[in-house]
């Protein structure tokens, strides 16, 4: 084990044994190197006045060198703030405004104890980190059975860890807080767990009310008391997409200072919140009552970052900075956030209608981008081919009855034609019985 390691290791087991238990194999074996390249090249960079030749880019004029033909197309950028690789953490800047929009958006978290969000290649590649650094062959992650399949192969197919499953909802169609209090302290030999909290839910959009979020912070707490170290994931990528009386906040802030054996870590980007899929800016955030806790922590995120993709990209973490410091950026995104739920309140006008019971009931949605049809004669993935293939329409088949549908992607005016052309395809293959 190298020695920046173990010291990132002995500092854990001193401040919090139990999120050193917490950690992986490679999360243990991980570090951010303070020798090199990296710490060579930022030593130059402040010292090396006269010439500095130590980084891989190019330079011409004082500038990264760059071509015309991409740089007519950004002239309203600076080109350090383009070409130049951004540190492995992120731009400072970006972090710095990420986590002011934090606090503004959530207000409970101000008094919180929680890390500087660390800028990740969106929030794939923030779960991939969370994996790395937590999740081992056998380990469980909890996850509810409506999920995001990715959280398969990030989780079990990359590092080996088991899924355990219990029902997103109970007889009442609320959170299922007793199921995830369950599938947790069924881990009480193990002594460990991964638990992810995704609100509003891919792929159901649903997002718990304040009552059930006190339920499912009681669950982790009761198993937290029990013994269970409990690394408590909040995958946020949907936040602030709130429609509904719902949570307005994420749980992270009520997991933060909970219990020392829960590992509160917030995964959560400007991907899906400010409209900006392939920009992939996401971030990492973990919550800990002590600074030298999130600093190893920070520091083996950077180990993995650093061994993975290096850094993220620099253009669209300018872009992102420069939208969320705009006048302008409340406004406009509170106009999108409108069209939004202009289109949830129209699918849940037309599915209450009563028009198509006898087709489908569907998942309660209050939130995000999505929701989930329950087909009540067909198989959905029947139903998805020949939506495809005689409709011209594209769904989504989770299972023998789920039929996703993310109305995020239909303007308003055209739910409706397509929630008929979706019962219209259930009564050809009714007819086809």
């Not at 409990?230 to 997991?255: G, H, K, P």
């Not at 620099?314 to 302008?328: I, M």
């Not at 039929?403 to 050809?428: H, M, P, Q, T, W």
Request: net charge negative; proline share 5%.
């Amino acid at each position: 084990m190298h020695s920046l390691a173990a010291k990132l290791n002995e500092m854990l087991q001193r401040e919090n044994p139990h999120v050193y238990a917490m950690l992986s194999d490679l999360g243990k074996l991980i570090y951010f190197p303070k020798e090199g390249i990296l710490s060579q090249s930022a030593e130059a960079k402040a010292k090396g006045r006269k010439y500095n030749a130590t980084i891989g880019i190019a330079l011409e004029n004082g500038q990264p060198m760059h071509l015309d033909v991409i740089q007519s197309t950004l002239s309203a950028y600076d080109p350090k703030d383009l070409y130049e690789y951004a540190p492995p953490a992120g731009k400072p800047e970006l972090r710095a405004a990420w986590r002011k929009k934090l606090i503004e958006e959530q207000p409970s978290l101000a008094d919180k104890t929680f890390g500087n969000p660390i800028v990740t290649n969106a929030l794939t590649h923030g779960l991939s980190v969370v994996a790395d650094l937590f999740a081992g062959p056998g380990d469980a992650v909890i996850l509810p059975d409506k999920n995001w399949e990715n959280y398969e192969l990030t989780f079990s197919v990359r590092r080996g860890a088991e899924l355990v499953y219990y029902p997103l909802y109970d007889a009442d169609m609320k959170f299922n807080a007793a199921g995830l209090r369950d599938a947790i302290l069924a881990q009480k030999e193990k002594g460990k767990a991964i638990v992810v909290l995704n609100f509003p839910n891919n792929p159901t959009g649903y997002t718990p009310g304040i009552e059930e979020g006190r339920q499912i912070v009681a669950a982790l707490k009761e198993a937290a008391e029990a013994g269970i170290n409990i690394v408590a994931v909040t995958d946020d990528a949907y936040f602030s997409l709130f429609f509904e009386d719902s949570l307005r906040e994420s749980l992270f802030a009520d997991l933060c200072g909970l219990h020392p054996r829960v590992l509160p870590v917030k995964v959560d980007g400007a991907t899906k919140e400010e409209y900006v899929w392939g920009f992939r800016v996401g971030f990492i955030t973990y919550g800990a009552s002590s600074e030298a806790v999130l600093a190893a922590l920070e520091q083996k995120t950077l180990g993995i970052i650093r061994a993975t993709i290096s850094s993220g990209p620099h253009p669209s973490q300018t872009f992102v900075l420069r939208a969320l410091n705009a006048p302008e950026f409340q406004a406009q995104k509170r106009e999108k956030f409108e069209i939004m739920k202009r289109r949830a309140n129209r699918v849940k006008e037309l599915l209450d209608s009563g028009r198509f019971d006898d087709a489908w009931t569907y998942y309660p949605f209050n939130s995000g981008y999505f929701m989930c049809l329950k087909l009540k004669t067909v198989n959905a993935e029947e139903l998805r081919t020949h939506l495809l293939e005689k409709y011209g329409v594209g769904t989504i088949a989770l299972g023998d009855t789920d039929l996703r549908i993310a109305f995020s992607c239909i303007e308003e005016e055209n739910i409706e034609d397509l929630f008929n052309l979706v019962y219209s395809g259930v009564k050809d293959l009714q007819g086809q019985k």
